[in-house]
């Protein structure tokens, strides 16, 4: 999952927060994210990490963007992030690396996060972490395949795609890594 262990830890104990706010148990965050229990437990323990579209998949039970959920275990932000500062999170098994550049804040509405996909990574979110969610995607290098409630849209270098969606696709079709910017903005 992440790059330290302390923020693994971080991740892992709001995660079961989150679920305990609710009152909810483990089968029943795992019937409404279509995850099994065992996996959710483990991931609670901190005993493996989530994949990108497993985090997906919970923010979008917990109504919370990626980003807001990884700054929730994070200080407060401050107003000037330092790129040594920005928060790096990385899924060790598609590759794909997210570093928080403008973390979110709770008076702010849009967010700026850089994602890197390596050639041949394949990371599909079956529905939106908050509905309603604009995103801007803009892609700096490589190929990017995004697929957007079933339409894909093959993007090259310096294309931007705006779009609000109920889910999406990302694939890197290679030979190098897809590296792009994208601005999300909450409703």
Known sequence: MGIDTVADERLASRLAELRLE???TLEELARRAEVSRS???RVE???VSP???LLGRLCAVYGRTMS???AEVEPAPARLVRAADQAVWRDEETGFVRRAVSPPHGSLRAEVIEGRLPAGA???Y???SVP???HHLWLMAGGLELTVDGEPQLLAAGDCLRFVAESTRFRCPGPEEARYVLVVVAP
């Open 126 to 128: 079956d529905r939106p």
């Open 45 to 47: 323990r901190a005993e």
């Open 132 to 134: 309603g969610l604009e």
């Open 22 to 24: 609710r009152g909810w």
């Open 122 to 124: 394949d990371i599909a």
């Open 51 to 53: 994949t990108a579209a």
């Open 39 to 41: 996996t959710l437990s």
């Open 68 to 70: 807001r959920l990884l």
